[in-house]
């Protein structure tokens, strides 16, 4: 499967964005748990969130609980992040992940396919 994230950009504090990533491929994502992380400047990939392949179970990283939500469609393959209350420590390169390994995980090693990543910045 490939994915495509994108919807990324600058953002005061306080501000929304959405994230999308887009799956393609012989598969449908519907068969792909999916997740998102984000590389902060000079910092390691670390857990955002992530979502089963039905969307049944959704877990979250303790940093942006409440203020974020993972949602998907698997009709259109694509899952999205909707990020509100932005901080300035939000700011990092958001990638979204899939795995057909796991029902669903919040660890990298567990995701075998990558996009690109988007770039996120908030200014204070």
């Known amino acids: 499967v490939q994915l495509q994230a994108s919807g990324g950009g600058l953002v005061q504090a306080g501000g929304s964005l959405r994230l999308s990533c887009a799956a393609s491929?012989?598969?449908?994502?519907?068969?792909?748990?999916m997740g998102w992380f984000r590389q902060a400047p000079g910092k390691e990939r670390g857990f955002v969130a992530a979502?089963?392949?039905?969307?049944?179970?959704?877990y979250y990283a303790d940093s942006v609980k409440g203020r974020f939500t993972i949602s998907r469609d698997n009709a259109k393959n694509t899952v999205y992040l909707h990020m509100n209350s932005l901080k300035p420590e939000d700011t990092a390169v958001y990638y979204c992940?899939?795995?057909?390994?796991?029902?669903?995980?919040?660890?990298?090693?567990?995701?075998?396919?990558w996009g690109q990543g988007t770039l996120v910045t908030v200014s204070s």
């Open positions: 992940a899939a795995t057909d390994k796991v029902v669903v995980s919040t660890m990298q090693y567990e995701y075998d396919y």
């Open positions: 979502i089963s392949r039905s969307g049944g179970m959704i």
């Open positions: 491929g012989r598969t449908s994502s519907r068969n792909y748990a």
